[in-house]
C-alpha cells in the first residue's frame, strides 16, 4: 500500500493540484494531508470560500478515482470553518476529516489517526493552540490574542488564564481514540515531536511536543506524521527520523514566495520512504 504526505500546502492551488497529479501518476492508495489546507493570505474569513469551492471540486477528483484523502485542519485553519470543513468531506466516500478520528482503508490492515493541536507559539490566532502539559511554559506573545467566531474575531483578554482551562496536549492524547493494533497504526499529527529535530524554526528554536514524543516513545506505532515548521528540514537536515521503532517524517515545505513542493511517498509494506522536492511548472 503506497501513501502520499504532504502538509503545510495554505490553500496555494497548484500545490493541491500538483499533488493530485502525482497521486495520480504513481497510483497512490491514498494521499494524507497533514494540516493548513485553507488559503492564509488576505481575509482569513474567506476560508469557507474555498471549502466550498475548490476544495469541493478538488475531492471530487478523487472521489472519480477511487483515491482516499485523509486530511486534517491545522492552527492556521479557522475552527469555525470545522463544520463545514467535515460536512464538504462528508460528501465524499473517500475523503476522511481524520481530526481526532480513526480511519481503516478499506482491504487494509492500516489504521490512521489524527490529531491538530499544536504546542501554543507566539502568534495571535488560538483555535487550536494548547499547552504542551500543565507545566508548559508558554512563549512570549506577539501582538494581542485571539479566537476566531461566526462574528469576526474575538479577542482573548487573558490568554494564559484562558488556556489553563483547556486540555493540554498531553491531556488529548490520552483520550485520543486508540488503534485496534498499534503496530499496523499511522498517526497524523500537525505538531512535530520534540527532541529528534523536525521542530526547528528558522531562529533555531525548538517548538515540538514533548507530550507526543513521550507518547510515541510509550506506544510505537510504525509511523507518525508530522509538519507545522515549514522550515525544519531546512534548518536541521532532517526530515525523516526515528522514536524506537516509529518512523516520524517532517516533509517541510515551501512558503508562499516559493515555486517548489514538498512531499513523501510512503510504502507502507516496504517501508521504502522517498521525499520528493516538485518544481512548479508554467502549467500549472
Same mark, same amino acid.
Given at each position: 500500500m503506497k501513501i502520499l504526505f504532504v502538509t503545510d500546502i495554505?490553500?496555494?492551488?497548484?500545490?493541491? @493540484?500538483?499533488?493530485?497529479?502525482?497521486?495520480? /501518476? !504513481?497510483?497512490?492508495?491514498?494521499?494524507?494531508?497533514?494540516?493548513?489546507? !485553507?488559503?492564509?493570505?488576505g481575509n482569513l474569513l474567506n476560508q469557507d470560500k474555498f471549502i466550498t469551492g475548490f476544495l469541493n471540486e478538488y475531492?471530487?477528483?478523487?472521489?472519480?478515482?477511487q483515491t482516499y484523502y485523509l486530511g486534517l485542519l491545522g492552527n492556521d485553519d479557522l475552527g469555525i470553518f470545522d463544520d463545514l470543513f467535515q460536512k464538504t468531506c462528508d460528501k465524499y466516500s473517500y475523503v476522511v476529516n481524520i481530526?481526532? #478520528?480513526?480511519?481503516? +482503508?478499506?482491504? /487494509?490492515? %492500516?489504521?490512521? +489517526?489524527?490529531?491538530?493541536?499544536? $504546542?501554543?507559539?507566539?502568534?495571535?490566532?488560538?483555535?487550536?493552540?494548547?499547552?504542551?502539559? #500543565?507545566?508548559?511554559?508558554?512563549?512570549?506573545?506577539?501582538?494581542?490574542q485571539y479566537l476566531s /467566531?461566526?462574528?469576526?474575531?474575538?479577542?482573548?483578554e487573558d490568554w494564559p488564564s484562558y488556556v489553563d482551562t483547556l486540555p493540554t496536549i498531553e491531556d488529548e492524547l490520552k483520550t485520543l481514540i486508540?488503534? /485496534?493494533?498499534? @503496530? @499496523?497504526?499511522? %498517526?497524523?499529527?500537525?505538531?512535530p515531536p520534540a527532541n529528534i529535530d523536525l521542530d526547528i524554526t528558522h531562529d533555531g528554536r525548538k517548538v515540538g511536543s514533548k507530550a507526543e514524543y513521550t507518547f510515541l516513545k510509550e506506544n510505537q506505532p510504525k509511523l507518525s506524521l508530522h509538519g507545522h515548521i515549514h522550515e525544519s528540514p531546512d534548518v536541521s537536515g532532517r526530515w525523516c527520523s526515528q522514536i524506537g521503532k516509529t518512523i516520524c517524517i517532517q516533509p517541510g515545505?515551501?512558503?508562499q514566495h516559493q515555486n517548489f513542493?514538498?512531499?513523501? !511517498?510512503?510504502? !507502507?509494506? $516496504?517501508?521504502?520512504?522517498?521525499?520528493?522536492?516538485?518544481?512548479? $511548472? @508554467?502549467?500549472?
Open positions: 495554505h490553500g496555494i492551488e497548484w500545490k493541491h @493540484n500538483e499533488i493530485f497529479e502525482i497521486a495520480s /501518476s !504513481l497510483k497512490v492508495d491514498a494521499v494524507i494531508n497533514g494540516g493548513d489546507i !485553507l488559503p492564509f493570505k475531492f471530487s477528483r478523487f472521489e472519480s478515482t481530526a481526532q #478520528k480513526r480511519f481503516q +482503508i478499506k482491504g /487494509s490492515k %492500516y489504521e490512521f +489517526i489524527g490529531m491538530n493541536w499544536v $504546542t501554543d507559539l507566539p502568534f495571535g490566532l488560538k483555535d487550536r493552540a494548547r499547552k504542551d502539559a #500543565k507545566d508548559f511554559k508558554l512563549p512570549k506573545q506577539i501582538g494581542r /467566531s461566526p462574528n469576526g474575531f474575538k479577542k482573548i486508540k488503534p /485496534s493494533e498499534i @503496530n @499496523n497504526s499511522i %498517526y497524523i499529527f500537525h505538531n515545505q515551501s512558503h513542493l514538498n512531499c513523501v !511517498l510512503i510504502d !507502507l509494506e $516496504t517501508m521504502n520512504i522517498e521525499r520528493k522536492i516538485v518544481k512548479k $511548472t @508554467n502549467n500549472i
